[in-house]
C-alpha cells in the first residue's frame, strides 16, 4: 500500500526512540508495557493536542487504528481498543502501531491504516509500516528484556501475539 516514502529509519533507530518512551515514563524494564494506559495518560502529556478516539466498527471498517499526525488524533476500533484493555497481544500492538505513526510520521500529510499483509514496494527502513511496526516491536519487546525468553515467555510477559513475539526475538540479533 506504500505509495509514500518515510525518512529512513534503521531498527536500531527506531530502537532507541522506543527506549526514551519506555525511559521517560520510568518502565525501562517493565515487561509487560502498559499501552492503553501509555495512550491515554501519558500520550497527553507529551503532546498537550492529543487527541484520541475509540471508534464504532461501524464507522472503521476493517481498519483496527488509524493515525493523523498532522491533526494530533489517533482512532482505534471499539473492539480493537477493548481487546488491548484486556491485554489482546495483536489489539495491544495495533495500538503500539498507530502511536509509532503518530511520532515518526509527524510532518507528513498521510493517514495510514493498519492492513496486514500490505505489498511492500519500498526498502523496508523507508517504508511506514515497516516503521511503525518495528516501534510497536521495539516498544512491546525491546531485546534488553526478551533476550532469555522463550517464545510463549514473550507472549505472555509482554503481551504480544506469538507472530510479534518470534519476529521481535529474531530481531534481537
Ligand atoms: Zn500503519
Redesign the pocket.
Known sequence: MSEYEASPLSRSDIREIANLFRRSCNLTDTKFFPIVHFLELVMPKLDEQFVWLSVPKSEMGSKH?L?YPDDKLIKIREDVYEGAEQGNGRDRFTIA??I??YFLHKKERVS????MGAAEKLPAFRD??WQ??AFAGELLAPPHIIKDMSVFEVMRFCGISQQAARKQLKSCG
Do not use: M, T
Open positions: 487504528g493515525a502501531h498507530e509509532g505513526h495510514f491504516a493498519r492492513r511506514p509500516e511503525a511496526d
